[in-house]
């Protein structure tokens, strides 16, 4: 068999720029150039520009100043910035991230001058009385670019349920930015390939409409039929544009995050982190969890807080997990799972009209028999799993976490607060586990620091249940294999790959998910499973990638059921397809 050749598009550290290169550029180019006397004379090594970096980066005052400089170094040297990123990637991931984008967003249209040059262009911003001339749009963008850099990923967002901060409107745009610099970092997405996109279509969110500064068009946001009419032309443009281009939907409000993603994910390569990635990076801490919490999967009892699209996408894939994974019939696998809304436990006799996205869940066996908020609920379902999504500051009280441990004196309490940011946080991991003696099975949804046990010199690292675990390495699979669609499937593989991935100290440690300095090498674990998945499934395009899982299949090959598995060929191949900042 003849093998295909691999594609060309395997990125590689981009050329320094002259203009790029800073204190860095040799004698010859600042000659060639006319720079002569015009900059210091020192021709310094790639490690002076980082020690100088870092060293500004720690003298600034704030987190937000933190991330306005980062912004300023990402759009001014692409080198420098990533390998600053990757050296400190625990520290830096929360400022170009979560938590610290959600404050950024909500100051954007403040601060937005001082991220970048006049002339760099960081992304497309498409007002919705623009978006008949998307085709003028990405003209401009194509021409804003270097020749041959052709976006092959975008993140975009209409701004409308930011985090857990709500409509923010154009403000959104640092939401698309960071993401694609997390593709970069964790799983090597080529940088000059991302394309951040902001649908401003306006804002219901009167603080904004009344800012002087805000940057975004001023009018409320359009009914359903505009909104979609208005989002077919924008994706019609783009995929027309940009064939087989990798599309995130990100933090669109719940109904037309569920909208969008059915209507698209059988006509182009797309994906939504909301539903699918957190959905994927909970059932992998849930896993995990469930082989050190001592109770049997079939008998989890499942309490999530919110029901809007994360949680109810979250709750989707652990039913799938249950019925692929332990051969759980769907109604007794359904069953094992209770939501709380704001008005209580969600049932069908409640006596509201339930969104569409809520009747999969709601309760049929309750009799007479409705509880009105967590405390009813805690005490009628006996959870042995506690889910956040409901961006309620401190909801897991200290009532509640004890009640918690008390409920499962004989196993370990399950607790994920993964609400974002931290201010919109249900707990957090001191309290945690202070509130359960020490015993909880913890993953958030936001970064918390390491508790030591008082009195002893036991650390414990709180798992993060951050979606960085996942989009990245999915996006970095997409890219490389072109499969025509990312199936319920892929998403089930990848978070079995993710939850394999944990070394043996981890889980000695009792941890959910692997140390984030590891994340380069989890990414590539998964991504490769995700090769696998999509040429097994007949879905990858990519002839390459198809030939060489075929000539070096996972051990698991012949399995009907997506394990998560992968061929160390694989490995190898996705591993040196992964773009890296010049080091020299």
């Known amino acids: 068999m003849v093998t295909a050749a691999k594609p060309?598009?395997?990125?590689?550290?981009?050329?320094?720029?002259?203009?790029?290169?800073?204190?860095?550029?040799?004698?010859?180019?600042?000659?060639?150039?006319?720079?002569?006397?015009?900059?210091?004379?020192?021709?310094?090594?790639?490690?002076?520009?980082?020690?100088?970096?870092?060293?500004?980066?720690?003298?600034?005052?704030?987190?937000?100043?933190?991330?306005?400089?980062?912004?300023?170094?990402?759009?001014?040297?692409?080198?420098?910035?990533?390998?600053?990123?990757?050296?400190?990637?625990?520290?830096?991931?929360?400022?170009?991230?979560?938590?610290?984008?959600?404050?950024?967003?909500?100051?954007?249209?403040?601060?937005?001058?001082?991220?970048?040059?006049?002339?760099?262009?960081?992304?497309?911003?498409?007002?919705?009385?623009?978006?008949?001339?998307?085709?003028?749009?990405?003209?401009?963008?194509?021409?804003?670019?270097?020749?041959?850099?052709?976006?092959?990923?975008?993140?975009?967002?209409?701004?409308?349920?930011?985090?857990?901060?709500?409509?923010?409107?154009?403000?959104?745009?640092?939401?698309?930015?960071g993401k694609l610099q997390l593709y970069v970092a964790a799983a090597g997405l080529d940088p000059t390939r991302c394309l951040p996109i902001v649908l401003d279509f306006g804002t219901d969110n009167a603080k904004y409409l009344e800012d002087p500064l805000y940057l975004g068009i001023r009018q409320k946001r359009p009914d359903d039929k505009e909104f979609y009419a208005a989002t077919e032309k924008v994706l019609n443009g783009l995929t027309a544009a940009f064939p087989g281009i990798f599309i995130q939907f990100e933090d669109f409000n719940t109904p037309h995050a569920f909208g969008l993603l059915e209507q698209w994910r059988h006509r182009t390569l797309c994906f939504n982190d909301d539903i699918q990635g957190t959905g994927s990076v909970i059932l992998a801490g849930f896993i995990s969890a469930i082989k050190l919490a001592g109770i049997p999967a079939q008998d989890q009892r499942v309490l999530f807080v919110g029901a809007g699209s994360a949680g109810v996408g979250v709750a989707k894939q652990l039913v799938d997990y249950l019925i692929i994974e332990h051969n759980i019939p769907e109604k007794q696998a359904k069953a094992m799972f209770w939501f709380v809304d704001s008005r209580g436990i969600i049932t069908a006799n409640r006596g509201d009209t339930l969104a569409d996205h809520k009747v999969y869940f709601a309760r049929e066996d309750n009799g007479d028999t409705q509880c009105k908020d967590l405390d009813e609920a805690l005490e009628y379902v006996k959870p042995t799993a506690l889910i956040g999504l409901s961006t309620i500051y401190k909801a897991f009280n200290e009532k509640i976490l004890t009640r918690m441990n008390e409920i499962n004196s004989q196993a370990r309490p399950i607790i994920f607060p993964l609400s974002n940011p931290q201010t919109k946080a249900e707990c957090t991991f001191e309290e945690a586990m202070r509130f359960t003696n020490n015993r909880v099975l913890f993953a958030s949804g936001t970064a918390f620091p390491s508790y030591t046990i008082p009195g002893t010199d036991d650390t414990r690292v709180p798992g993060q249940g951050n979606n960085m675990y996942v989009f990245p390495p999915i996006g970095l699979g997409a890219k490389l294999a072109r499969p025509t669609k990312i199936t319920d499937s892929m998403i089930f593989a990848v978070s079995k790959a993710l939850s394999n991935t944990l070394s043996d100290e981890e889980i000695a440690r009792g941890e959910l998910y692997p140390r984030i300095e590891r994340i380069r090498e989890t990414s590539a674990q998964v991504a490769a499973a995700f090769i696998h998945q999509a040429v097994r499934e007949g879905t990858a395009q990519d002839q390459y990638w198809i030939d060489l899982v075929n000539a070096n299949p996972a051990l698991s090959a012949t399995s009907d059921t997506p394990d998560g598995t992968y061929s160390q060929a694989i490995l190898d191949e996705v591993k040196s397809s992964m773009w890296a900042p010049a080091e020299s």
């Open 8 to 177: 060309t598009s395997t990125p590689v550290s981009p050329p320094s720029k002259p203009q790029s290169m800073g204190t860095a550029m040799p004698y010859e180019t600042r000659t060639a150039l006319h720079l002569k006397g015009l900059v210091p004379s020192a021709v310094e090594n790639f490690a002076a520009q980082d020690a100088r970096a870092y060293e500004q980066l720690k003298n600034k005052g704030s987190d937000l100043e933190k991330y306005i400089f980062l912004s300023w170094l990402r759009n001014t040297n692409l080198n420098l910035f990533y390998r600053l990123v990757l050296s400190h990637l625990k520290e830096i991931a929360p400022i170009i991230y979560t938590p610290t984008v959600g404050q950024a967003c909500q100051e954007f249209s403040h601060i937005y001058p001082f991220l970048a040059p006049p002339s760099a262009v960081d992304g497309l911003y498409i007002p919705l009385n623009e978006v008949d001339s998307i085709d003028e749009i990405i003209e401009n963008y194509r021409a804003s670019i270097p020749e041959g850099c052709k976006p092959e990923t975008t993140v975009i967002t209409d701004g409308s349920r930011i985090l857990g901060l709500g409509d923010l409107g154009m403000n959104g745009m640092g939401i698309p930015v």
